[in-house]
């Protein structure tokens, strides 16, 4: 329990790094050309902030251990 804590403290920060400083992200990677080819200019940050609130998400599902369910039943509806 103790090293599941961690791990998502860990996560969840990473997702807020993404949240809170994207523009500091985008300037040290640069922009990403797929994304802003399909979905337009300036479509990157967007792509960076979504990331970040679905890190943030998933960890937090982690955290209270329901991921495992989640993950095993879309399995199943991919693999019956």
Known sequence: MLMRLFISAFGIGA???LLLKTR???DFTGANDWI???FGSGKTYT????SGA???FIF?????GDLNSILR???KLIFP
């Open 54 to 56: 679905l890190i943030i």
């Open 47 to 50: 792509f960076y902030k979504l």
């Open 73 to 75: 039943s879309l399995i």
């Open 60 to 64: 937090f599902l982690y955290l209270i």
């Open 24 to 26: 500091e992200v985008v």
């Open 15 to 17: 997702g807020f790094i």
């Open 36 to 38: 802003e080819n399909i």
